[in-house]
């Protein structure tokens, strides 16, 4: 009984070890994903997986399709690549959203998930490169095949509502920058931006009036702190860029490469806030004393240091400095308080402020007293 037992479990252990050998052995399906708008990215990544496949000898590449559809060119390439498989690729998701990527030889199929694509798929026969094969699918190993940390960042860029954040926010560091020189940081976020925002933009149909448009608005933004319009510059700035927002992707028969209606009243909103503010504090500015220069000294008081004389200079003290002074009304003397009328080159012409007497003059030195005593 004991060998019996025995012998059933080393068979039992046999067993396993050889199907665990062959499960090892047999190729794995490969999986993949599209997402989101179809573009050139997709394409790119559509081809490194079925590149990947065809080195691994996979008997199938699979698909699992959630896209409202995408670019004319990208879908025709991935098709093309399809086409030149060497393994079997099938294509799995909602028909409705997965439409725009079956006109190829791939498999379709609806189901709830990667195994019931490979049951229904097993035993069909699946056009290829080089001549058709019948599938061997069913229970299948899968190996995932998911993008890359890079191909989903450019993937995400290339989202025609973040491209055009991406656009508007370089342009706002850099307007930031040229206002404000020398801050660096915002001109160094706003060029990364514009660049990837450059990237994303040249995988979409642009209308190029549109474009115009947004560049017109920047400009008048950049024009309006140099520039006395109190505000119209920045108004017709807010309308050309948001009419451009709205015009700035041409795929009529695309509804899904529009840029958002809500991102684009953001933007505007926040252009229109900054640049308000902006020119708020500009007209402020502009109204407010000058407080440095020479047109900072109008109005300021001082303290004769020495005499002024009718017709003669004197020295005033003002704002810290000392400073060579004249007094169209006459005489005034030293301790008494002045306050600047204008300045003319380094000569301040002063008159003695109103509610202080002259100063009594200075007792005579003990020794200059004693002098006159003396004489």
């Known amino acids: 009984m004991p060998l019996r037992a025995a012998a059933l479990v080393a068979f039992a ?10 499960a090892q052995s047999r190729p794995e399906v490969v999986v993949g994903h599209i997402d989101g708008i179809v573009n050139p990215v997709t394409t790119a990544y559509v081809d490194r997986v079925i590149s990947d496949a065809e080195r691994a000898n996979a008997p199938a590449v699979v698909f699992s399709v959630d896209s409202p559809g995408g670019l004319a060119d990208a879908i025709r390439d991935i098709n093309l690549r399809i086409e030149r498989s060497t393994v079997p690729v099938l294509i799995s998701g909602d028909p409705n959203g997965a439409s725009d990527v079956l006109r190829s030889n791939a498999g379709n199929y609806v189901a709830t998930d990667v195994p019931d694509v490979l049951r229904q798929a097993d035993g069909a026969s699946v056009q290829v490169a080089s001549s058709p094969r019948t599938l061997h699918t069913v229970d299948a ?18 989202n025609p509502t973040i491209a055009y954040i991406l656009l508007s926010m370089g342009s706002l560091g850099l307007l930031l920058e040229l206002f404000n020189p020398g801050s660096v940081f915002p001109g160094v976020v706003g060029g990364i931006c514009l660049l990837l925002a450059f ?52 795929a009529p028969d695309a509804p899904f490469l529009h840029v958002s209606n809500l991102a684009i009243s953001a933007v505007t909103v926040v252009m229109i806030g900054f640049f308000g503010f902006l020119v708020g504090a500009i007209i402020r500015a502009r109204r407010r004393q000058p407080v440095t220069g020479h047109e900072g000294l109008v109005g300021a008081t001082g ?10 200079h004197g020295i005033v003290f003002v704002l810290g400095e000392l400073w060579r002074a004249t007094a169209a009304e006459g005489r005034v003397s030293e301790g008494e308080q002045v306050v600047v009328q204008r300045v003319d080159g380094l000569v301040l012409s002063v008159r003695r402020a109103s509610g202080f007497a002259p100063a009594p003059p200075r007792p005579l030195a003990p020794a200059a007293s004693k002098s006159k005593l003396a004489g």
């Open 13 to 22: 252990l046999a067993y396993l070890s050889v199907a665990v050998a062959q």
């Open 199 to 250: 990237y994303a933009l040249g995988t979409l149909p642009l209308n190029f009036a549109g474009v115009a448009l947004i560049g017109f608005g920047l400009l008048l933004f950049a024009l309006e702190p140099f520039l006395t319009s109190h505000g119209i510059l920045a108004v017709g700035g807010a309308i050309a860029f948001g009419v451009g927002s709205v015009l700035l992707v041409n």
């Open 141 to 158: 190993p899968t190996r995932p095949a998911d993008m890359s940390a890079i191909e989903s960042f450019l993937h995400t860029v290339t």
């Open 303 to 312: 303290v004769v240091r020495r005499d002024i004389e009718r017709g003669q």
